[in-house]
Nanobody
Framework: QVQLVESGGGLVQAGGSLRLSCAAS????????MGWFRQAPGKERDFVAA????????YYTDSVKGRFTISRDNAKNTAYLQMNSLKPGDTAVYYC?????????????????????WGQGLQVTVSS
């Protein structure tokens, strides 16, 4: 079973950048698509980005397109979320998870119920 640990959150000014990491234990990380979600205060958890098993296919929610980049390094069992041009509206707890429906496949989904093995979450705060 894959366990996920996120790192890299923190406080940043608007316009700044952060890179989140999602380190996975277990030998099967490389076959699974991975996703990032976020939950702002008082709101439901929302999809941010997903990446397929080999990194050649990515999918973003509209609000982060052109600003965020999802990537992965299968040799390091780690997925990343590079966040640039951050806005106060990006403030949230960020989570990574494994897409249980996409194993050595190119399909990606925003549906939260497809994901499992959630990490502990990272606080990202963007000040104006």
């Amino acid at each position: 079973q894959v366990q996920l640990v996120e790192s890299g959150g923190g406080l940043v000014q608007a316009g700044g950048s952060l890179r989140l990491s999602c380190a996975a234990s277990g030998r099967t990380f490389s076959g699974w698509a991975m996703g990032w979600f976020r939950q702002a205060p008082g709101k439901e958890r929302d999809f941010v980005a997903a990446i397929n098993w080999n990194g050649r296919s990515t999918y973003y929610t509209d609000s982060v397109k052109g600003r965020f980049t999802i990537s992965r390094d299968n040799a390091k069992n780690t997925a990343y979320l590079q966040m640039n041009s951050l806005k106060p509206g990006d403030t949230a707890v960020y989570y990574c998870a494994r897409d249980t429906g996409s194993y050595y496949a190119d399909t990606l989904t925003y549906r939260e119920d497809n994901y499992a093995g959630w990490g502990q979450g990272l606080q990202v705060t963007v000040s104006s």
